[in-house]
Each structure stands twice: as structure tokens, then as C-alpha cells.
T-cell receptor
Framework: KQEVTQIPAALSVPEGENLVLNCSFTDSAIYNLQWFRQDPGKGLTSLLLIQSSQREQTSGRLNASLDKSSGRSTLYIAASQPGDSATYLCAVRLYNNNDMRFGAGTRLTVKP | KAGVTQTPRYLIKTRGQQVTLSCSPISGHRSVSWYQQTPGQGLQFLFEYFSETQRNKGNFPGRFSGRQFSNSRSEMNVSTLELGDSALYLC????????????FGPGTRLTVT
């Protein structure tokens, strides 16, 4: 059974700091991995999608990597800002049944 | 392009009642998936519809059902509501394939009293 784990569960950093969020999954049979941002009480905003054949994707200050063989992905946020404060979720799209499995998320707080 | 819309945004129901939630996908998207989000269980997959057919189903009881119309709009129904059904229900749409990016709506907050 696919398990998705995100570490740390919560992170607090000063503004301007670079940071890394981690996501690990137990089964490498995936179509892709997607990173989302969720603000309190709101829906999910897609940040980056990495297909299983790709190693990384970049969008602005965000860079996500994928190592399918080791079951790991990282989301790198450069020069963090208070507006980056949110919960970040990773999710894998399973190959065998098309299900999408989510991690529990990392709650990020960026202090001014 | 308009995003994924969900109605209603908030709903309060009583135990034993039933509820129907609606989701309109991004124009041109044919796949709609539904998820339940609770503080204890996180985000869990309910089911996915593609071209009016249920393509995949998560591990939820039969009280949870859905359907998709020819215009790709989807509805989700929960019968005989229980307190534990209180959650944020999210729908997501994607173009068609399993490898496509999913776009989420703002969710419907259901409270069962």
C-alpha cells in the first residue's frame, strides 16, 4: 500500500531564508508527483507537477525534484516571504489504480 | 479560463439527512475527482469520473456516490449522514489522462450536527 510521508510536519523560518520540504513515498509505481499549497480553509493550489520520467521542475522561486527509485521528492523555496506561509502537500498519482495519495502536509510559517 | 467551481461553499445538515454537492470542472476537462479532507485522516480519494463513467473508486462506504453529466459537471451525494462525514469536500478536474495535472476547487465545507 502506498504511503506518503512529509517531514517536517511544521516549519517556522525568518523571511528571506531558503528552505526545503521533504516528501517520501513507498511505492515507485507512480505516474507523477504533484506539489500543492493550501491556505487555511481553502482549496489546493497546484504548484508543480513532476512526471515519473522527469527529475525536476521549476517555477519562479520554487524547485521540485523527484527521485523515483528512492521514493523521494523535495520542494525547494528560495528567498521565502511571509506570503509563502501555508500548508504544502505532496501527492502521488498511483500507476495501478489511478488513485492520488496525499501526504499529511508541512505547515510553513515565514516570519517577517 | 475559469477555474473549478464548487457549490455550495458551506452546508449544515443533520444526522440521517442526505446531501448533494456540485462541481463544475475547468472548461474542456473531462475528468473529475472527489476528495474528503478531515483533520484526522487528511485528504482521501473518494472517486473519479471520466466521460460520465466512474473510472476509479476509493475506500468509502456505499453511502457516498457520485455521477457525471455530459457537460462534465459532477455531483456527489452522501446519504444517511453521520457526524464523521463533517469535512471539506474537494473536487479536482484534469484534462483526461492519468498523468495530467489536477486543478482543485475551493471546496464545500459540510458540517453534520
Amino acid at each position: 500500500k502506498q504511503e506518503v510521508t512529509q517531514i517536517p510536519a511544521a516549519l517556522s523560518v525568518p523571511e528571506g531564508e531558503n528552505l526545503v520540504l521533504n516528501c517520501s513515498f513507498t511505492d515507485s509505481a507512480i505516474y507523477n508527483l504533484q506539489w500543492f499549497r493550501q491556505d487555511p480553509g481553502k482549496g489546493l493550489t497546484s504548484l508543480l507537477l513532476i512526471q515519473s520520467s522527469q527529475r525536476e521542475q521549476t517555477s519562479g522561486r520554487l524547485n521540485a525534484s523527484l527521485d523515483k527509485s528512492s521514493g523521494r521528492s523535495t520542494l525547494y523555496i528560495a528567498a521565502s516571504q511571509p506570503g509563502d506561509s501555508a500548508t504544502y502537500l505532496c501527492a502521488v498519482r498511483l500507476y495501478n489504480n489511478n488513485d492520488m495519495r496525499f501526504g499529511a502536509g508541512t505547515r510553513l510559517t515565514v516570519k517577517p | 479560463k475559469a477555474g473549478v467551481t464548487q457549490t455550495p461553499r458551506y452546508l449544515i445538515k443533520t444526522r440521517g439527512q442526505q446531501v448533494t454537492l456540485s462541481c463544475s470542472p475547468i472548461s474542456g476537462h473531462r475528468s473529475v475527482s472527489w476528495y474528503q479532507q478531515t483533520p484526522g485522516q487528511g485528504l482521501q480519494f473518494l472517486f473519479e469520473y471520466f466521460s460520465e463513467t466512474q473510472r476509479n473508486k476509493g475506500n468509502f462506504p456505499g453511502r457516498f456516490s457520485g455521477r457525471q453529466f455530459s457537460n462534465s459537471r459532477s455531483e456527489m451525494n452522501v446519504s444517511t449522514l453521520e457526524l464523521g462525514d463533517s469535512a471539506l469536500y474537494l473536487c479536482a478536474s484534469s484534462n483526461s489522462g492519468h498523468a495530467d495535472e489536477q486543478y482543485f476547487g475551493p471546496g464545500t465545507r459540510l458540517t453534520v450536527t
